[in-house]
């Protein structure tokens, strides 16, 4: 995020694409509700009726998968009513004339057609954006998990820049990040393209400076590869892996895929709380210390870095992460792996990250900072960019519209979208196992508009095949006002209903990110089986209580 | 006008004591910074004033009646009392009062973070008597089956913390209040079970009551446990937003988790997962020792140092005969930093390569 949680009581507009916060981010929401209170107005784009659109001055129920054109026709709206900044447009940026020529094109009227919704309500959301002083973006994986991921984002940095609000207090373009240290898993490098501290691989100095510490001087220069090339690649190229407490085989799409990689490795080594459907495929399994019983540092979504604090010992043998990686290490010779203590590990981090640099483990357990702190005097840096941008001038993206990786058709004729749920949270390792939780979500369900139900003749509860290009699922149908006519949704919580067996239509080109949120299905009417009639989930829940 | 000018005029007298306030602060919030300690049960910092319960009525001069300190704005020159004895002798009434509609005072802490605020108050003043014997306003709802928060109204004293939370810090609007007087009974929208209401089950409103009327029914399991209740300061293991928790602990068990009112991002906010879903951690199923995968494709459990060994060879063979650009690591968003650091490291400092990712791809 650009801008801190404490902002979000402050803008004068909210824009929320792609984001259910009520549901995913709900204490998030709570400082949305207090701006809207305050007499703030918000906009909302979502393909489903979520909680949030209740609330809204502007409603926009675009069709999965059109974000760009959305973004591109409320800026389309902004030039031609002359509401940006010019001064910021002068001082702080580039690339304004190309982009400005580019939109002239993608009128409201233009983007209408394709995102399925009204011209005049993309012309109010383009003029009340315009018009926030200060206004605020908020998107989740709505956003990024799109082929257009990266052109989606650059979008909303676009309409940010021409209205100036980046560097200004209740501003900002700010992804909500899903879980509790995704973010810090990209501060400390545990990302193909970055070292730790966000320093890209192909930056000569770091990569020197790396090599150097770490004792490799035959350190890449650049040569990424991302998880889903590395997938592709096993039993090709890749043939031994080391997963620390993911699972992959249920949270990643096209299941199938994933299994039939992660099954022709030589050697798979699995870090994890709990024996996951990834754990089952590997060749030994390594029992870590949970959350609660496990001392360390989070980093979330605002940047800000905090201690984590164990309460309880571990079940039986289990140990941190960090140590049983550092121990398979020192047994491979690997140097540098020494570490003694949490804070052995979180001291070298600070030692070479520029972000973290006026950070250590004594500081971070007396305090909780934004990054950058790039010194041991720096207070944090809750707004970014007030000053400037890191590479100078924020520049404007020329981009157009792409349609999603798959669309629509005769033999797949319905749109899928996927997400989570208030309360259980991705792949249910944890919500699945914490009692109570399936008083209030037992089961997954197929959420279907009513009058789609009622025309392809289902009622509440009747079994629903769902079949896509590359799997079928079975899952109940439930139908709701949430959904639009023509659009599905279910979330990929429940390994008994596999839902990302039917994603994974295609990737963003520059990141990688998984088209998890749109593909064309089919559905159909699952023939009564003995075990349909029968609730497939009773034994997995069984300990669950 | 500078911030810093408006202070140093805006001056009163509390106690004897000239201190400076900045326009806009009650009575109450002077009365907090200076350190006297106006009793209060309707108070919650993070909601707006409410003025119901009156025990943090303070003397005021020039003004007959006592005045709700919570509710009321400070002004230049007030002089105010806040523990006369006839202010004193005022509160103890009240808390007579109310103690005589409820049917105990005395409850466990692990109910909720405010629970105790009721009983502290009633030894502060020894208002433990049975002077009253009133009725009782508010009836416990014994046929909600939710298993998260006993509704255990005989209890409440209508301070409305609850409802207020609800609709101010969550804007769910899950509950209001029925009736008047003694009559007055918390309830949702049709009077029936939360799960039919609005209510996200986010704990906010067991967390604020002051007797413990709302309660944490997970925590509660634990109550006959042995042992003293221990708090640890972490954060929240599930969303990016990072909320600031207290772990509950007796011995080696966790037993439940308070927000932080103080926490950075959340100032005592949580939802549902953050304030009920802790319990996977001494869940049953955690792998408790290494594993090592057999001939037949079973797993027997093993010693570390074997399974370590194992680990390494493998990874040591790949690098013999498909060289370093054939292993891979995936890290994970929800373990710390140092694991994050450590796959990173064990990547490019054991293969030179930047053959690492993680989850967020998906
Ligand atoms: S748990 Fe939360 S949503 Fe439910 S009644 Fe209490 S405060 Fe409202
Ligand atoms: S309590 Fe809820 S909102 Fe807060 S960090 Fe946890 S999951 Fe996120
Ligand atoms: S705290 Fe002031 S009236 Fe209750």
């Known amino acids: 995020m650009s801008n801190p949680l404490a902002d979000m009581a402050k803008p004068d507009v909210i824009f929320c ?52 054109a959305l973004l591109l026709a409320m800026a389309h709206v902004i030039e031609r009513e002359g509401l940006m900044n010019r001064a910021f447009i002068e001082h702080r940026t580039a690339g304004w004339e190309d982009f400005r020529r580019n939109l002239k094109a993608f009128t409201p009227e233009w983007a209408a057609a394709i995102c399925e919704v009204p011209a005049a309500d993309i012309e109010r959301a383009g003029l009340i954006y315009g018009r926030g002083r200060p206004a605020a973006i908020y998107y989740t994986l709505g956003i990024t998990e799109h082929i257009c991921g990266v052109d989606n984002v650059q979008s909303l940095c676009n309409l940010a820049l021409m209205t100036g609000n980046l560097g200004v207090e209740g501003g900002g373009i700010n992804p909500m990040r899903g879980q509790n240290n995704i973010q810090g898993c990209g501060d400390c490098g545990a990302e193909t393209f970055v070292f730790p501290g966000s320093v890209k691989i192909d930056d000569v100095a770091a990569r020197d400076k790396f090599a150097n510490a770490y004792q490799r001087p035959d350190l890449d220069l650049g040569q990424a590869m991302t998880k889903v090339t590395g997938l592709q690649e096993c039993g090709k190229s890749i043939h031994a892996m080391l997963i620390d407490g993911e699972n992959t085989v249920v949270s990643d799409p096209d299941r199938n895929h994933c299994e039939h990689a992660l099954k022709s490795l030589d050697h798979l080594v699995v870090i994890d709380i709990f024996m996951t459907e990834t754990a089952k495929l590997a060749h030994v399994v390594l029992p870590a210390t949970a959350w609660a019983e496990t001392d360390g540092v989070a980093c979330n979504t605002e940047r800000r870095v905090q201690r984590l604090r164990a309460a309880v010992p571990p079940p039986g043998e289990a140990k941190p992460d960090w140590w049983i990686i550092a121990e398979i290490a020192k047994r491979l010779g690997i140097p540098g792996f020494d570490f003694q203590s949490p804070a052995d590990v979180f001291n070298e981090l600070c030692s070479l990250s520029p972000t973290y640099g006026g950070l250590d483990w004594e500081r971070v357990s007396r305090e909780s900072l934004n990054w950058p702190v790039p010194t041991k005097d720096h207070p944090g840096t809750p707004i970014l960019h007030t000053e400037g941008f890191t590479n100078g001038r924020g520049r404007f993206m020329v981009l157009g519209y792409r349609d999603p990786a798959e669309v629509v058709d005769d033999a797949f004729p319905v749109w899928l979208t996927t997400g989570r749920r208030l309360q259980s949270y991705h792949t249910r390792t944890q919500t699945g196992r914490a009692s109570g939780i399936d008083y209030l979500l037992s089961e997954e369900s197929l959420e279907v508009n009513p009058a789609d139900a009622e025309a392809w003749g289902f009622l509440d509860g009747d079994w629903a095949i769902v079949t896509s290009r590359r799997g079928e699922v079975k899952i109940k149908v439930r139908s709701t006002d949430r959904s639009p006519r023509g659009t599905v949704f279910a979330s990929f919580s429940f390994a008994d209903v596999p839902v990302n067996n039917l994603t994974g239509s295609g990737y963003d080109p520059t990141t990688h990110t998984a088209e998890l949120k749109v593909c064309a299905v089919r559905i159909e009417r699952a023939p009564v089986t003995l075990e349909s009639a029968h609730d497939p989930r009773e034994p997995e829940n069984a300990h669950a209580r | 006008m500078s911030a810093t000018a408006t202070e140093r005029e805006l001056t009163m007298t509390l106690d004897g004591e000239a201190v400076g306030f900045r326009a806009g602060e009650t009575i109450y919030q002077v009365a907090q910074r200076t350190k006297k ?25 020039g003004v007959k009646a006592p005045v709700a300190s919570c509710t009321t704005k400070a002004t230049a020159g007030m002089v105010v009392r806040t523990d006369s004895p006839i202010i004193e002798k005022y509160r103890k009434t009240l808390l007579e009062l109310v103690v005589s509609e409820n049917r105990e005072v005395d409850v466990s802490p692990l109910r909720g973070f405010a629970s105790q605020e009721f009983t502290t108050l009633v030894d502060r003043y020894g208002a433990r008597t049975g002077r009253f014997k009133g009725r009782q306003s508010g009836t416990s709802n014994k046929t909600d089956d939710n298993p998260f928060i006993l509704r255990d109204y005989d209890l409440c004293i209508s301070c409305y913390r609850c409802v207020r939370v609800c609709a101010e810090q969550e804007g769910d609007y899950a509950i209001t209040m029925m009736n008047r007087g003694f009559g007055t009974q918390i309830t949702t929208e049709f009077n029936g079970r939360l799960k039919d209401s609005a209510c996200t089950f986010c704990g906010q409103c067991v967390q604020t009551c002051p007797t413990g009327a709302l309660a944490d029914k997970k925590a509660l399991r634990a109550a006959d446990l042995p042992g003293e209740i221990a708090k640890t300061r972490t954060i929240c293991p599930y969303c990016g937003v990072g909320c600031s928790v207290d772990l509950l602990t007796k011995g080696d068990r966790l037993i439940g988790v308070q927000p932080a009112m ?36 079973s797993f027997k459990e093993t010693e570390w140092d074997e399974a370590l060994d194992l680990a390494a060879a493998g990874f040591r063979r790949s690098l013999k005969e498909h060289g370093r650009r054939s292993i891979y690591g995936i890290a994970s968003g929800r373990a710390p930093h140092e694991a994050a650091y450590s796959m990173q490291k064990f990547i490019r400092a054991g293969f030179g390569t930047h053959y690492i990712d993680n989850c967020s791809r998906a």
């Open chain 2, 37 to 61: 300690s106006i009793p209060t049960l309707c108070y919650d910092e993070r909601l707006e004033a409410f003025g119901a319960c009156r025990l943090c009525v303070v003397e005021v001069d």
């Open chain 1, 17 to 68: 694409i792609g984001t259910n916060m009520t549901e995913c981010h709900p204490v998030a929401a709570t400082g949305l509700k207090k701006a809207m209170a305050r007499g703030a107005k918000l906009i909302v784009a979502d393909p489903r009726r979520i909680k949030l659109a209740e609330l809204a001055d502007v409603y926009l129920p675009i069709r999965v998968g059109s974000d760009v």
């Open chain 2, 262 to 297: 103080d926490g950075p991002a959340n100032q005592g906010a949580l939802c549902i997962k953050g304030q009920f879903a802790f319990d996977f951690v001494q869940h049953d199923d955690r792998l408790k020792k290494p594993l090592v995968r057999q001939p037949d494709g």
